[in-house]
């Protein structure tokens, strides 16, 4: 059983955990497979059950792995899936979650997201996610990768205000979305998934983190995973393959960070002044 984590709403009244799993890279080697079922198994086991995949990983081997994980457990999961803007056409986005499902090996997906905007019109998509709720094949829809004119155009399209979600790059080395992106979500009520907290892993070689590392007593991941999930709407949704840095993630949230800490950070990783460009990876 499932340990609970503190959580946050999203907009259909739902509440899931602030800090969840990724997948980016699990289903690439047969040989690390059973290691990354296991790590999932037990971050289940800790509270973060919201688990992120997406049909782009390893071709759908990531969506395989999270298969396994979950399996016999299902209804502890709240399980997010991606559709690629090559298949966001109302019949690519049917084809792509039936696929998605198959290999999850569940008749239903909690949160589709369209990972990022193509050429599809977001009508068209939105449409299409519709659709597949009233089927019962998803439960909600969001959207990753959508910058703040994004969101507002979204807005206005049918529909469009049954979006749960926006994942987007955050994390202290890539803060752009602290200028306008959060703010305009959180008034609005829209938790942001925070993808790649860790930077990747490079946060964890980042010596600049240590003075409070050092303080808490805690790692350099912890602080950046700690950093990242500091206010309320933000879900972190960190990737570990090792037991014990799936562990650690979780500790990350007994962390308190101080003013003197948060300050400390602003000054090693300046907040932006001015609008940026979304970035991605
Ligand atoms: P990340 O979570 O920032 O970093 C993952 C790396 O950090 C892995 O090498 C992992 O190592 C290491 N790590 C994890 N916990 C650690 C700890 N406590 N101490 C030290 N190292 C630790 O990067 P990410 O995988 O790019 O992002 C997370 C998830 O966000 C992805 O897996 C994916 O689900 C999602 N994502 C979404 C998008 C999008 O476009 N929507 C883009 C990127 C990512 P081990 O694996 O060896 O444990």
Redesign the pocket.
Known sequence: MSSSLPTTRLPAGIDVPVLGQ????MGEDRRRRSDEVVALKLGIDLGMTLI???EMYASGGAEEVTGEAIEGRREEVFLVS?VLPSNASRSGVMRACEASLKRLGTDRIDLYLL??RGGTPLGETVAAFEALKQQGKILHWGV??FDTDDMEELAGVASGEAVQTN?V?Y?LSSRGVDFDLLPWSRQRGIPVMA???????DL?RDSKLAPVAERHGA?A??IALAWTMRQPGVIA??????PG?VR??RAALDIELTETDIAELDRAFPPPSRKRPLE??
């Open positions: 990724g997948t980016w890279n992120d995949t997406a991606k990972h990022w990753s990768n994942q790059l994390n993808y790649s907290p860790i930077g990747q892993g964890t790692t991941a912890q949704i960190p990737k570990a393959s090792r840095h650690d993630n991605m990876i």
